[in-house]
């Protein structure tokens, strides 16, 4: 998994397989943003994810990280991409 900075949009990103994210879409998502947006530094953390159509928002939430996933974070940016790919059962390329 690589990541790539978006200067653009002050965030990083990995390519993931393109995915509709609705059934009438003529867009295919294939881009994963992932924030921190809270992390107490103990327990919990929570991470915005976004999908993309290039430079496209299609979809947007948040997804906690919690109990062994949390604990073994080491603070890198690799493992909220990991968390959140395979928490929605994506495919990074």
Known sequence: MTIINDSSLSKN?????PLKINFNDV???NRLYVVSVSDNLLDT??????LYSDSTELYSNIIPMSGD????WNGDNVTPF??????LGLTAI
């Open 82 to 87: 990991n968390y959140v790919v395979n928490a």
């Open 27 to 29: 867009l295919f998502a």
């Open 69 to 72: 996933a949390y604990s073994s």
């Open 45 to 50: 953390a929570l991470f915005q994810y976004q």
């Open 13 to 17: 990103y990995i390519a993931i397989q």
